[in-house]
């Protein structure tokens, strides 16, 4: 069954402005060739996303040179603007964002989120304070991103009772805040939204297929196959339950791991308050410490995350696994026992998998990744208008 002929055209528009926004200065030729499609699909595409103001071209210096030079092209930074969310368990974190994927402004709220009217309270608190931040710029945000732990259901934009956020089951954000801004607001799993940020702004945009795991507060991963998010046939692919994996707890105490848990457990060794403590001084110790109970204890934990990013890794197969997550503002002490165990584990004689840090400020990454949703879809939306 063949497609309509404006269904073809949506597909393509979208194809066009997602490979301008990850590769700008692409000329029409070297789009038609990327893309396998025809130089006038092309030039009529473009020339109907540049009467939109949504793409332009680069002037270029052609002085010396024989003949009509290509001419590059890219989204405009004034095509759009938005904001995006990361609504998180112990914290909400907020960033404005444009085309080129620079983040204008940023705020993190360390405010508890664990209940539903605390979580609905610090989305408009912090929507809010980019909206006076993005208006100090002269800018009004085109549309609000929100990403946020699964599962979720991103066309009716309701979060269904993530693990540890019992009270946020049937939790309708996308409503919330369209009714209190009046803007198109747009939903995503955050680990899902931090993958399409390394897709397009980040780390991945060399790659077709890579997993982006989060250890954070809990364990999630952004599956990108073929250059898309995958999200599986009932939208929560990337969910990470590793207590049914493993059959034990990593750490102790609370049910979902986090950087938090690990460093609460060290508190514990060290004797120290709960609040006395920071990573970076957590780090310095056990860098420098003779509490060999201590290091080997974290190791063991560590090398438990490689062996889960190795599994996932093996049963997916990507070009890449990019490690995202607070983890990773351990540096070496982390890196180096989960490298080990990773590369160890994975299949394939040559072993050619790339294991790659995140991009992003790991506290806003979240929120990068909620934005970077708003803004493709916005724009694609309006490239079809």
Known sequence: MSSRPEDLRVRNTSKIVKTLIINPNLSRVELARILNLTKTTVSSIINKLISL????????????????????????????????????????????????????????????????????????????????????????????????????????????SPSGLPDWENFNVVQIAQETFKKKTYLINDADGGALAERFFGNGKELNSFVDIFFDEGIGCGIVLNGEIYRGAFGYSGEFDYLAFLGKVIGKGEEYFSLEKVLSELRIFLGKNQHQLGSVDIKEYLENSENMEAKKRFEEIYTELGRIASIISNLIGPEAVIVSGRMIELGDLFMKPF???????????????????????????????????????????????
């Open 339 to 385: 490298k080990n165990v990773f590369f160890k584990l994975q299949f394939g004689r040559e072993k050619k998998v790339r294991l790659i840090k995140g991009a992003f400020p790991q506290n806003i990454t979240y929120a990068i990744g909620a934005a970077t949703n708003a803004l493709l879809n916005h724009v694609i939306e309006k490239s079809i208008t």
């Open 53 to 160: 103001g949504i793409v332009e071209e680069i002037e270029k210096d052609n002085s010396g040179s024989i003949g009509k030079s290509p001419v590059p092209l890219k989204i405009r930074s004034d095509a759009a603007s938005v904001i995006g969310i990361g609504l998180e368990r112990k914290d909400t974190s907020g960033v404005l964002l444009n085309p080129d994927g620079k983040v204008l402004e940023s705020i993190i709220v360390h405010e508890s989120n664990r209940k539903k009217e605390a979580a609905a309270k610090n989305l408009l608190k912090v929507i809010e304070i980019m909206l006076s931040k993005a208006r100090e710029h002269g800018i009004e945000p085109n549309a609000i991103g929100i990403g946020a732990p699964g599962p979720i259901d991103e066309k009716v934009g309701v979060i269904y």
